[in-house]
Each structure stands twice: as C-alpha cells, then as structure tokens.
C-alpha cells in the first residue's frame, strides 16, 4: 500500500516566523513530490515541486528533499496569516499516472 | 471562462435519483480527473482521462459513471448513491495525464440523503 503520511495539525505559528510541514512516503520508487495549498472552501492549487535531493526556493517557499529518508518538507519564512490553509503532499511514481496523496496539514498563522 | 469550472457548486440528491456534474476546462489540456475529497481523508482519484480515452479506473463503485465528450468537458454521472458518497468531487486537468502539475475546479459539493 503505497501512502503519504502528514500531520494533520492544526500546526499554529506566529506572524513573520518560519512554518514548516513535513511529509513521508512510503514508495522508494516515487519521484516526483508536490506540494498543493488549499484554503478553506476552495480547491488545491500546487505551490512547489522538487524532483532532486536538497533544497529548492521559491521566493518564500522552499522544499526539501530526502530521498534516503523519504521526507520532503515545506518551509515558509516570514509567515503571514495569508498563508493559513491547509498544506497537500502528494507523490508521483514515474510508473502510473496518479498522484498518491496525503490528507494534509492545517496551517494557522496567528497574527 | 478561465481555468477549470463546475457545475453545480452544490448538489443535494437523494439516493434514488440520478444526476451529473459537468467539469469544464479552458486551459487546452489533454488530460482530465475526478477526485473525491472527504474530510480529513486523502483526495482518491477516481478516473482520469487523456484526449478523451480511459487511461484509469481506480475501482469506483459502478453507481458513478464517467463521460468524456472531448478533451475540454468532463461528466460524472450519479445514480442510487449512497450517504457515505457525500463529499466535495474536484475536477482537474493537466497538460497530459503523466503531468503532476494538476489545475483544479472549484469542486462540487455533493450530499446524499
């Protein structure tokens, strides 16, 4: 059963410091990771990818990758309450065509 | 229209009737989804279509019907469904079906009484 394991949070932090979330997998064989945001009452849009082991920024966003250890992380610095909304990881076997998905991690930044 | 679209936002059906949701995408993509999202639960991906073609069935109970007229329109079709059936069903689309980068509707919320 290949799975994508998330806390389900709420993870609370303050204004204007770092947040981060964190996902493993369980398929060795995954090669693609992502990271989708959802708001409350909207859909998942994606946010970041990573295909190779390290770090990779996006203005405030950067995911990292350990494939050795099948985690990939999202980490947002100078968190605003903007970025309150729930938090998708989902992993790609090059093999299929799905998405394997984990069940999210809330995100609240307190003003 | 932009994006991916929906109708309807929200669907109140009991469990004899039938009805359809309608997925439309604008974004020139060849490949569409339907996902499940209940609460505190992964999304399942249900079905997933590139240029029109079945390419994934992801054991649905046969009481959900997928149709795929063209690359741009996507139907779900709905008869005798059950309470536990009640959830938000996102459509998406994306370049082609082994692109991760997923472009969703706004989803239809669906109860079941």
């Known amino acids: 059963q290949k799975e994508v394991e998330q806390n389900s949070g709420p993870l609370s932090v303050p204004e204007g410091a770092i947040a981060s979330l964190n996902c493993t997998y369980s398929?060795?064989?995954?090669?693609?990771f992502f990271w989708y945001r959802q708001y409350s009452g909207k859909s998942p849009e994606l946010i970041m990818f990573?295909?190779s082991n390290g770090d990779k920024e996006d203005g405030r966003f950067t995911a990292q990758l350990n494939k050795a250890s099948q985690y990939v992380s999202l980490l947002i610095r100078d968190s605003q309450p903007s970025d309150s909304a729930t938090y998708l990881c989902?992993?790609?076997?090059?093999?299929?065509?799905?998405?394997?998905w984990g069940a999210g991690t809330k995100l609240i930044i307190k003003p | 229209e932009t994006g991916v679209t929906q109708t309807p936002r929200h669907l109140v059906m009991g469990m004899t009737n039938k009805k359809s949701l309608k997925c439309e995408q604008h974004?020139?993509?060849?490949?569409m989804y339907w996902y499940k999202q209940s609460a505190k639960k992964p999304l399942e991906l249900m079905f997933v279509?590139?240029?029109?073609?079945?390419?994934e069935n992801n054991s649905v109970p046969s009481r959900f019907s997928p149709e795929c007229p063209n690359s741009s329109h996507l139907f779900l079709h709905l008869h005798t469904l059950q309470p536990e059936d009640s959830a938000l069903y996102l459509c998406?689309?994306?370049?082609?079906?082994?692109?991760?980068?997923?472009?969703f509707g706004p989803g239809t919320r669906l109860t079941v009484t």
């Open positions: 998406a689309s994306s370049q082609d079906p082994t692109s991760a980068e997923q472009y």
């Open positions: 974004l020139g993509h060849n490949a």
């Open positions: 279509y590139s240029l029109e073609e079945r390419v």
């Open positions: 398929d060795r064989g995954s090669q693609s």
């Open positions: 990573i295909y």
């Open positions: 989902a992993v790609k076997l090059d093999s299929n065509y799905q998405l394997i």
